[in-house]
């Protein structure tokens, strides 16, 4: 009966779709009733998944800083952990871990029994190591510790508290929405969901529970090779963020997202505001709460953050380790950003939300909800409200592609896009269905399809450089030349950011229109001059990850081939003039290693030359504040003076040179 449904279902199918899109707008009827179904579901399963989520942080949190004050309590104890046996081939973390699953009872997987009772009598010998192993297993309020995997070799005691907390107490914050899930989505109702509306919505369905469930997105891929392959990638993630400031900035953007058109509209919200003490008050609150912090420290922003976080706690490849720990603590500006503008849009949201609490009554006019029942359920309406509206790889928020090896190909750098294509779909679906208030409707399809697309995309690509203040350049012809430029290139990113948010079939399809499109704009410079190469890249930019190692290697290539003049003349100089100014075989060297490696020296260059430019006087006012807020050089029109100096000199030198010869060559004739 199913065959065939759902199969022409392009603008967000159901494998782009998040958990609430497959549930709440699949399956509610219109009107009343439809806002009757919406609120089973919300209740049955939403509200109880969200609300073990947030068990689960604050339980993060509260190991976090347990495990912190053991360090503190057994001094010395991380080197000797790090340190290897007598028998050299495991490391005392090791030993400690044998030691907790041996008393569990568990069979260790890829050890022999005689190095199982080794390991056991080392820590037995050491009063050091037992008392740190008893304490560790204490904190955790658990008989057992957690069930070893066929890789725990290349994992630590960092792995296995995540894992503890974030796998296996995870089925009891979640148990409701476990039970609610298994009883709506029984084997009978997942046929007539199949026979109703197709196997992709029941596919969907069927992964994201498990997604939910185990908490993983990383539902493939548990091979070495497809982890070393999808750990690369991922890391081209971290190279590409790394001390982003310009990303920071923009991530400030999404402190309008909890604005509504109810209890925090916008003269609710201002009035918050006004209130300073308060709305500080709440804001530290937000800020430093289990939330934020789990926010910040395990990178759940996006998927490929996530996973560097994890391939960061801990390997028995160093190396890789290491990078990852490094790109890790990269991602630092960003994050700080994003939590800045959770606790600030979220802190006049959880003032009006506790008041509209608190004013609530019974049929006899008593109040519902004390205090700190009002804060409870305003603090989870918040947490929801910033799931839904900020970037998030919370599971129930990811779509089934997302998931897929495809989607982490293609679909990089595009959870924002696609949670907002989401939110604009269930706006329109609601106002089409006559469910909920238009008016909200309307405001989010709105402000979510083209107000803050065009507010981020003005100041990525630097449309406010139109403005006085910005150009030293006298050439009027140039300066609407690179006007129009930027402005179709904000049109551009508008109208690739929507497409692309409906999911892989959308990125498939800009990535043909724009391929398309450079192959044009190459063939109308004619044959001499067309450079192909720039085709290639654009088609390779299906997937972010490889197109931007693919741009960062003909960068290399390109830096060569326009500043041969000025590596001729300063070859590995740090400074000319007496100012920082790196010799391009810096750059040179950064690209490759970001390309190859995930090294983000590229990064670090653009970052130290950025404070140089901001430093320096003969750039405009204007010029100087939008380098300190993290744009680059380019965006500001603030040419490199110095390389720009020795190309002309060497440019009129070689004129100059040329007219010789050719009056040289008429005197012999």
């Not at 699949?26 to 439809?34: C, D, I």
């Not at 326009?562 to 000319?576: A, D, G, L, M």
């Amino acid at each position: 009966m199913g065959k065939g449904k759902g199969r022409f279902k392009v603008f967000i199918s159901p494998s782009a779709e998040d958990f609430r899109g497959l549930t709440q707008y699949v399956f509610a009827g219109k009107g009343e009733q439809g806002e009757a179904d919406q609120k089973f579901f919300e209740e049955a399963l939403m509200d109880p998944y969200f609300k073990g989520v947030s068990a689960i942080e604050a339980a993060n949190v509260e190991m976090k800083t347990e495990l912190k004050a053991l360090y503190k309590k057994f001094k010395g104890i991380k080197k000797k952990l790090k340190k290897n046996t007598e028998n050299k081939n495991f490391t005392n973390d090791q030993a400690v871990r044998v030691y907790l699953w041996t008393k569990a009872g568990y069979k260790i997987p890829g050890i022999s029994k005689q190095e199982q009772k080794t390991l056991n009598e080392t820590v037995k010998a050491d009063e050091e190591l037992l008392r740190f192993a008893e304490s560790l297993l204490i904190s955790t309020k658990k008989e057992k510790w957690g069930k070893p995997n066929q890789y725990w070799d290349t994992q630590t005691l960092l792995n296995d508290i995540q894992t503890l907390t974030e796998k296996i107490n995870r089925k009891e914050y979640i148990k409701e929405f476990i039970q609610n899930a298994e009883l709506i989505f029984s084997e009978q109702n997942l046929n007539k969901i199949e026979a109703s509306f197709g196997a992709s919505t029941r596919n969907a369905i069927e992964d994201s529970l498990y997604a939910m469930r185990t908490g993983s997105n990383r539902t493939v891929g548990q091979n070495q090779i497809d982890n070393k392959w999808m750990n690369w990638l991922n890391n081209s993630i971290g190279s590409i963020m790394f001390f982003n400031r310009k990303s920071a900035l923009l991530q400030t953007l999404s402190t309008m997202n909890f604005i509504n058109w109810h209890d925090n509209n916008p003269a609710k919200a201002a009035l918050a505001f006004a209130n300073q003490p308060q709305f500080w008050k709440d804001f530290v609150f937000l800020f430093n709460s289990p939330k934020l912090k789990e926010r910040r420290g395990g990178l759940k922003s996006d998927i490929q953050e996530a996973e560097i976080a994890n391939a960061a706690r801990g390997s028995k490849n160093k190396a890789s380790a290491t990078l990852a720990y490094l790109l890790k603590i990269g991602f630092t500006p960003t994050q700080i950003a994003d939590s800045f503008a959770i606790a600030a849009g979220g802190a006049t949201f959880y003032r009006n939300r506790i008041n509209t609490y608190l004013k609530e009554v019974n049929a006899d006019g008593e109040k519902i909800y004390t205090k700190k029942q009002a804060e409870e359920k305003a603090f989870l309406d918040f947490s929801k409200t910033s799931d839904i509206s900020q970037q998030s790889g919370d599971p129930a928020l990811v779509s089934q592609q997302q998931r897929s090896i495809a989607g982490r190909l293609i679909l990089a750098f595009q959870n924002y896009p696609m949670q907002s294509a989401r939110i604009q779909k269930k706006s329109a679906q609601d106002l089409l269905n006559r469910r909920g208030d238009p008016k909200e409707h309307l405001s989010k399809i709105l402000y979510y399809g083209a107000i803050q697309s065009l507010l981020f995309n003005t100041l990525s690509n630097g449309l406010f450089t139109l403005f006085p203040g910005f150009d030293n350049e006298d050439d009027e012809e140039k300066i609407k030349k690179d006007s129009e430029k930027r402005i179709n290139k904000a049109m551009k990113g508008m109208l690739d950011s929507a497409i692309r948010g409906t999911g892989i079939y959308g990125a498939v399809g800009t990535n043909i229109k724009n391929t398309y499109k450079m192959y044009v704009k190459q063939e109308e410079r004619g044959s001499f001059k067309a450079d192909h190469a720039y085709t290639l890249l654009e088609a390779l930019n299906l997937s972010p990850q490889i197109g931007s190692k693919a741009a960062d290697f003909y960068s290399a290539i390109q830096t060569r081939r326009f500043n041969k003049k000025v590596i001729e003349k300063h070859p590995w100089s740090i400074t000319i003039d007496g100012k920082f100014n790196p010799s391009p075989n810096y750059d040179i060297a950064g690209s490759l290693a970001s390309s190859f490696f995930n090294l983000p020296l590229d990064r670090m260059l653009v970052e130290a030359k950025g404070v140089a430019e901001m430093l320096d006087k003969r750039n405009t006012q204007m010029q100087r504040l939008f380098l300190a807020l993290g744009f680059r050089a380019w965006d500001v029109n603030a040419p490199n003076e110095e390389f720009k100096l020795i190309k002309e000199k060497r440019k009129s030198g070689g004129l100059k040179i040329k007219k010789i010869k050719v009056k040289q060559t008429i005197k012999v004739k």
